[in-house]
Nanobody, 119 residues
Framework: QVQLVESGGGLVQPGGSLRLSCAAS????????MRWYRQAPGKQRELVAA???????NYADSVKGRFTISRDNAKNTVYLQMNSLKPEDTAVYYCNSEIWNHVGFKNYWGQGTQVTVSS
C-alpha cells in the first residue's frame, strides 16, 4: 500500500530552525495536495501549510512569513522549512497527502514527528 514517513523533528531553542521531510512510498500513480498539520497537547489538529501538485501554496496565518512548504514530485516528498520558531509552534507535526493509486483516491497520513521549541 502507501506509507508516509516523516523525519526532521526535534528540540530547538526559540528563534531556531528545523526542516521536516515526509516521503511517500508504495503504490502511487499521482499525488494531488500535500499538507502539514500539527496538534499541540489539548488542542485540535490544525492545518499548517499545503502545496498543490502545480506548486501553489497556502499557509496558516500563524506561520506566514516563517514557514515554507515545498515538494519534490520526483521523490514524492514534501518539506516544511520552519524558521523563527516560537514555543507555541510546539506540537506533533503530521503530513497528509491526497494519493491516487490502484485502489482509488484517498488521503494518507504519516505517523507524526514531535517538534519542541523551548529554551
Amino acid at each position: 500500500q502507501v506509507q508516509l514517513v516523516e523525519s526532521g523533528g526535534g528540540l530547538v531553542q526559540p528563534g531556531g530552525s528545523l526542516r521536516l521531510s515526509c516521503a511517500a512510498s508504495g503504490s502511487i500513480f499521482s499525488i494531488n495536495y500535500m499538507r502539514w498539520y500539527r496538534q499541540a497537547p489539548g488542542k485540535q489538529r490544525e492545518l499548517v501549510a499545503a502545496v498543490a501538485s502545480g506548486g501553489s501554496t497556502n499557509y496558516a496565518d500563524s506561520v506566514k512569513g516563517r514557514f515554507t512548504i515545498s515538494r519534490d514530485n520526483a521523490k514524492n516528498t514534501v518539506y516544511l522549512q520552519m524558521n523563527s520558531l516560537k514555543p507555541e509552534d510546539t506540537a506533533v507535526y503530521y503530513c497528509n497527502s491526497e494519493i491516487w493509486n490502484h485502489v482509488g483516491f484517498k488521503n494518507y497520513w504519516g505517523q507524526g514527528t514531535q517538534v519542541t521549541v523551548s529554551s
